[in-house]
């Protein structure tokens, strides 16, 4: 299937006209990459104690063409090994520059929510062997929307503001399933300033989440869809309301500072995530790294914090009202949401090549939530053309 996609794609490029297309740039980015944990009943971001070299390997290439008159587009294919590399459209969007500092981007865009959130794919980018994944699991990547981009000089500082209207219409993850996800009225802001090593980063964004949980199951043969019916059918239909994800007010605000003054590099990110009037948990993580820089070698740490306390407020006024057989998938419906976890990540990158990296990384998840503690060892090579 990828290689049909990558071929039908040069073929598609062969075939234009000269006039329009030599202008047009192609790049690319791949990483092959392997692990598994260090555990027999272990698992842990995809890993298990088997060692696997699809999880986390992938290859992309990114086309860009210059339409003159400051019009250009750009199209970004992608293949993931854990989706048998099956080729999709990861961007797809047209840029117009207004002046030298301005530019307005419009069609399927990444989703501006982190630090690296355009290099999230690009492991080559950053010295991790992949990015904080408590931080950057929100469950969607992209948007179809506009994003306005304002460059300025503040005195000393880089200034870097971008605006975001647009919506979502695809997939997420929800207690381990996948599950149908709709945010509309994606509405937000992202700032960046830089001056010598420092720089700090700000984004806030609102939207409307919507969220099918209905087909994910509670008990054997009894769904989230059946309890919603059990409680309607109960008079109950406000506790419903409450536990919905249907057109709810949701928020996102991230923080982000980072000092590299070439030799010594520090990065921290801290993310809150809220959907309003529903079962969905607030999200309030963070993340902080600390590496060295030795010529080629560079050896970091990185630590990870998740804390997402469950809404028991939602049904703590039903307590005496709920029949036991509907007060208990309520209480672990809710408490599925929970989640306080601590991860340490030591690891090393080594640029071999000027267009290559190899990483590896031992990363230990402390999960309170469950009792259980987690690791996996992860190695591949990280590489741009």
């Known amino acids: 299937m990828m290689r049909k996609s990558l071929l039908a794609l040069s073929l598609a490029i062969a075939v234009i006209p000269a006039t329009a297309y030599s202008d047009t740039t192609i790049n690319g980015f791949a990483s092959i990459k392997a692990g598994m944990t260090t ?78 959130s355009d290099f999230k794919d690009v492991g080559y980018a950053y010295d991790w062997l992949r990015v904080p994944q408590g931080v950057y699991g929100l469950g969607f990547d992209t948007i179809e929307g506009v994003t306005f981009y304002r460059t300025a000089q503040l005195g000393s500082v880089d200034s870097t ?24 009225d994606i509405a937000g802001i992202t700032w960046e300033l830089t001056k010598d090593a420092f720089s700090a980063r700000f984004a806030y964004l609102t939207g409307k989440t919507s969220v099918d949980a209905t087909p994910v199951a509670l008990a054997p043969g009894f769904t989230v869809g059946n309890l919603y019916q059990a409680l309607g059918a109960n008079g109950l239909t406000p506790l419903v309301m409450a536990l919905d994800i249907d057109d709810e007010s949701s928020n996102f605000t991230g923080v982000g500072l980072t000092y590299d003054n070439s030799n010594w590099i520090a990065v921290a990110e801290y993310t809150r995530v809220e959907v309003e009037d529903s079962f969905v948990a607030t999200q309030k993580n963070w993340y902080v790294s600390l590496g060295k820089r030795f010529d080629s070698l560079t050896p970091y740490v990185l630590y990870e914090r998740e804390n997402n306390d469950a809404r028991v407020s939602i049904y703590q006024p039903y307590t005496g009202v709920l029949p036991p057989q509907l007060l208990m998938p309520v209480q672990g419906l809710v408490a599925s949401q929970e989640r306080e976890a601590s991860t340490w990540n030591l690891g090393i990158r080594y640029d071999f090549h000027p267009s290559a990296a190899f990483k590896a990384q031992f990363s230990s998840e402390d999960n309170k939530t469950s009792g259980q503690r987690n690791g996996v060892f992860a190695f591949g090579v990280d590489l741009v053309f």
């Open 39 to 116: 555990g027999s009943d272990e698992q842990l971001y995809g890993y298990d104690d088997t060692l696997d070299f699809k999880n986390e390997s992938l290859i992309a290439l990114q086309v860009k063409s210059d339409l003159g008159d400051r019009l250009s587009v750009t199209a970004q294919l992608l293949g993931r090994g854990r989706d048998d590399f099956d080729v999709g459209f990861e961007w797809a969007f047209i840029s117009y520059q207004l002046s030298d500092n301005m530019t307005i981007n419009a069609g399927r865009l990444r989703t501006p929510f982190y630090k690296y």
């Open 161 to 184: 503001l971008q605006l975001i209207l647009g919506s979502y219409d695809g997939e997420t993850s929800l207690s381990g399933n996948q599950v149908s996800a709709q945010v509309d």
